[in-house]
């Protein structure tokens, strides 16, 4: 059973151009995450999606930043008009159905904006 | 809002030596508290977790003890390996959230 696959693992972008970061989820998995670690900093939530859901997003700016969970295919989390405040890495961690079960983390996009 | 404060690093210990990485939280319930590990290269594993107070989680020779009076929830190892180093990190969960909360992370080292 493959764990939580992110891609890619490092992207550059320059400024203004737009980043998509990718995450499938474990099998059987219907419940994703993301969050975003600062240099610096701890990881900090942004999104929890269910299928074609948004439940939470409370952690998302309010600007630039979309996410998204379909039917079929990976999430993905969208940022527009990146800037260099945006460079971070982007953890994405999937669970299974039923509230409160353990998250599992994928390896991580590190996001470099030049 | 919730936080969590976790010992700064890096941290540098030879093989064998006692591992201590401090945590405290700040929380408005009853949260329930982990430690997850980030080896090289890889994402973050669940290394522990307790859920209620006095609870003691354990994994792989690490302890932690969630105690409700300090608001604490300290890492231990009474041995580490080589294989140990990688960075530790502390989180929350407040009770009826799904999100998780993290300190900022402790890099540890382990010399032969």
């Known amino acids: 059973n493959a764990g939580v696959m992110q891609n890619p693992r490092h992207l550059v972008r320059r400024r203004g151009q737009e980043a998509r970061l990718r995450c499938s989820p474990m099998k059987g998995h219907s419940h994703v995450y993301w969050y975003r670690q600062l240099p610096e900093e701890g990881l900090k939530f942004m999104v929890y999606?269910?299928?074609?859901?948004?439940?939470?997003e409370s952690g998302m700016p309010k600007e630039r930043f979309s996410a998204e969970f379909p039917k079929e295919g990976p999430s993905i989390l969208r940022i527009q008009q990146v800037v260099r405040g945006d460079s971070a890495a982007y953890f994405c961690?999937?669970?299974?159905?039923?509230?409160?079960?353990?998250?599992?983390f994928g390896q991580g996009t590190r996001l470099t904006v030049v | 809002g919730d936080s969590v404060t976790q010992m700064e690093g890096p941290v540098t210990l030879s093989e064998e030596a006692f591992l201590t990485i401090n945590c405290t939280y700040t929380?408005?319930?009853?949260?329930?508290l982990f430690w997850y590990v980030q080896y090289p290269g890889e994402g973050l594993q669940l290394l522990l977790k307790a859920t209620k107070a006095d609870d003691k989680g354990s994994n792989k020779g690490f302890e932690a003890t969630y105690r409700k009076e300090t608001t604490s929830f300290h890492l231990e190892k009474g041995s580490v390996q080589v294989s140990d180093s990688a960075v530790y990190f502390c989180a929350l969960r407040e009770t009826g959230s799904e999100k998780l909360v993290f300190g900022k992370g402790t890099k540890l080292t382990v010399n032969p």
């Open positions: 999606l269910q299928k074609e859901n948004i439940i939470d």
């Open positions: 929380a408005t319930g009853y949260p329930s």
């Open positions: 961690a999937s669970s299974p159905p039923g509230q409160f079960t353990e998250a599992f």
